[in-house]
């Protein structure tokens, strides 16, 4: 079945994070950072797109580029949250995750506001039902944080079912809503929230009769990296 490839490449996706959470500390580049993920990737048949990550990994900074205040392909550095979201292909069959890290102890203010993202993607999961028209559906998920939901399968990001984060987003499931879209079991979808210095969060889910499944299992709380006693630039200046 099409959505068992697809939880493959998640797989893949979620075994390079990881990789990268094991090896992250501070002033690491984001050239490195790819190394590390395609080195993983590539040891599931899997490979990450050159186009696709201009933008990934990034640092959050109240100067970053809005609406994720991204400092793209920044170093990583104390003090200030970073994240990775990648789309991969593994086998003809995508993926797309999102996930973020924290060098040192997280403030507790912080870990409160990630929390309540997580609290929403349950919360707009919980609302996915197959065969509701999607404007219906857009109107059950109460006011909140924003958020975007999207296909995923054989392209790496197929229409937008809905989403009131951006004006081209809000427009395409509008879109979905004209055109008559309505969620299927078996599809693959992506719930994905990003809110500035919050952070944010991607993950992917299987729609099945009665709601949705979560196919991705890497932890969805921010990634805390105890204090490194060196920096990567003094990693790599000690080998």
């Given at each position: 079945m099409e959505w068992q490839c697809i939880a493959r490449a998640a797989q893949a996706l979620e075994d390079a994070y990881s990789s990268v959470f094991a090896a992250a500390r501070p002033g690491m580049t984001a050239d490195q950072i790819d190394e590390i993920l395609a080195?993983?990737?590539r040891a599931h048949g899997g490979e990450l797109p050159a186009d696709k990550t201009r933008s990934t990994p990034y640092v959050v900074d109240p100067q970053?580029?809005?609406p994720k205040l991204r400092v793209n392909r920044a170093p990583l550095v104390e003090?200030?949250?970073?994240?990775?979201?990648?789309?991969?292909v593994v086998d003809g069959?995508?993926?797309d995750l999102g996930r973020y890290g924290w060098f040192g102890p997280l403030p507790a203010g912080m870990?409160?506001?990630?929390?309540q993202l997580v609290d929403r993607q349950d919360q707009i999961a919980a609302a996915i039902r197959p065969g509701v028209p999607m404007g219906e559906l857009f109107r059950a998920?109460?006011?909140?944080?924003p958020f975007e939901v999207h296909r995923i399968g054989r392209e790496p990001q197929l229409l937008p079912f809905m989403g009131n984060l951006l004006a081209g987003v809000t427009e395409n499931m509008r879109q979905s809503d004209r055109q008559g879209l309505v969620f299927e079991p078996g599809q693959v979808i992506c719930i994905e929230l990003w809110v500035g210095?919050?952070?944010g969060i991607e993950d992917m889910y299987r729609v099945d009769e009665d709601g949705v499944s979560r196919i991705s299992r890497l932890p969805r709380e921010?990634?805390?990296?105890q204090q490194p006693v060196v920096s990567w630039h003094g990693h790599l200046a000690r080998e």
């Amino acid at each position: 079945m099409e959505w068992q490839c697809i939880a493959r490449a998640a797989q893949a996706l979620e075994d390079a994070y990881s990789s990268v959470f094991a090896a992250a500390r501070p002033g690491m580049t984001a050239d490195q950072i790819d190394e590390i993920l395609a080195r993983s990737l590539r040891a599931h048949g899997g490979e990450l797109p050159a186009d696709k990550t201009r933008s990934t990994p990034y640092v959050v900074d109240p100067q970053g580029a809005p609406p994720k205040l991204r400092v793209n392909r920044a170093p990583l550095v104390e003090g200030k949250l970073w994240g990775m979201d990648n789309s991969i292909v593994v086998d003809g069959h995508w993926a797309d995750l999102g996930r973020y890290g924290w060098f040192g102890p997280l403030p507790a203010g912080m870990a409160r506001a990630y929390q309540q993202l997580v609290d929403r993607q349950d919360q707009i999961a919980a609302a996915i039902r197959p065969g509701v028209p999607m404007g219906e559906l857009f109107r059950a998920v109460p006011d909140g944080l924003p958020f975007e939901v999207h296909r995923i399968g054989r392209e790496p990001q197929l229409l937008p079912f809905m989403g009131n984060l951006l004006a081209g987003v809000t427009e395409n499931m509008r879109q979905s809503d004209r055109q008559g879209l309505v969620f299927e079991p078996g599809q693959v979808i992506c719930i994905e929230l990003w809110v500035g210095l919050q952070g944010g969060i991607e993950d992917m889910y299987r729609v099945d009769e009665d709601g949705v499944s979560r196919i991705s299992r890497l932890p969805r709380e921010i990634r805390v990296i105890q204090q490194p006693v060196v920096s990567w630039h003094g990693h790599l200046a000690r080998e």
